[in-house]
């Protein structure tokens, strides 16, 4: 087992050991993190999350930092990443595919393409972890995490235990899970796929990936679509309406190429992509009577 903390920065003043959640995040903001470790497996990762709760010191996990905004002031506890950990995707016997938590949607989906195994194509585009994934229930192109999972095997940190969740107990919702409300540290997941050529598989996989690239300002860095759907319509289709698109604050922008996603031009602060969201929320409210709810998991001070 290895375990280690990497740099550290402490109570309120940022040394030059600080990690900055800038660099994990996509958004490519956020302060540093009290504490930043990345355990290499998972008797480590689990040794650690429990560590921190037992000291009373405030923790988060973090999978591939796609869906996390961190204020500038940073996040005044651990932030445990599970990627190393958390690694590796198998297919098995009966249209089945497991995966480790921090293995990327994107390589679980090729694990499933080349063993003929079919029901990622739609997600595989998602620049998330398994494990993000399922916290979030990430969907694409009508389909939905929850459509395919099995199981999920996590860590409850009040118990100590490791526990296995059917996809019932798991409570999805839109973009939520059980997962939000429960301090459960996702290990893994069994999928439920069918067979399917490979080529027909990758060929698809292929034809999401040019829609994505077409449609979503991939060139810049976001935390993908800021906005939940609102019960009718899109967010971006609002936000275009009310003639937002372009608008920015610092460094942040509403895309012009899709409304509702908000880019880093170059040097956005957390504060300013917040205030953007803010101001968006605002105008949409104002001018449509429509609530808009962030989909990022926003942390930090
Ligand atoms: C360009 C772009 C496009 C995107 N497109 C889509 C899309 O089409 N559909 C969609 O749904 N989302 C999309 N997203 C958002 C994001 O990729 C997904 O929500 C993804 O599932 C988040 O996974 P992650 O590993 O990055 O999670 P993170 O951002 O690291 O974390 C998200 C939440 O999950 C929790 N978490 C992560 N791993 C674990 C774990 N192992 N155990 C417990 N909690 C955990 C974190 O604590 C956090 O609360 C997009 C993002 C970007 C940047």
Known sequence: MILYTRRVWYNGAMNEYGVMMSEHTSMRVGGPATVFCEPADEAG????ARAFFRAGMPYFFLGNGTNVIVRDGGYPGAVISVLAALGGAEAKPGGRLTSGAGMSLARASRVAAQAGLSG????SGIPGSVGGAVYMNAGAYGHNIADILVS????????????MLSNAECDFGYRTSIFKT?????????????????GEI??????????????????LPSAGSFFKRPED???????????????????AQISEKHAGFIVNTGGATAG???????DIKAKVKARFQAELEEEPVIIGI
């Open 120 to 123: 990622l194509e739609a997600l």
């Open 45 to 48: 990762l689990i040794l650690c």
């Open 182 to 198: 429960k301090p459960l540290l996702i290990l893994s997941a069994e999928f439920a796929l069918s067979s399917r050529a490979p």
């Open 233 to 251: 319509g899109y967010a971006g289709q609002l936000i275009e309406a009310a003639g937002l698109k372009g608008a920015r604050v610092g460094g």
């Open 202 to 219: 990758e060929r698809d996989m292929a034809g999401y990936a040019r829609r994505r690239g077409e449609s979503q300002p991939l060139e």
């Open 152 to 163: 999920a095997k996590a860590y409850d940190i009040l118990d100590g235990k490791i526990i």
């Open 272 to 278: 300013d992509v917040l205030a953007l969201a803010a």
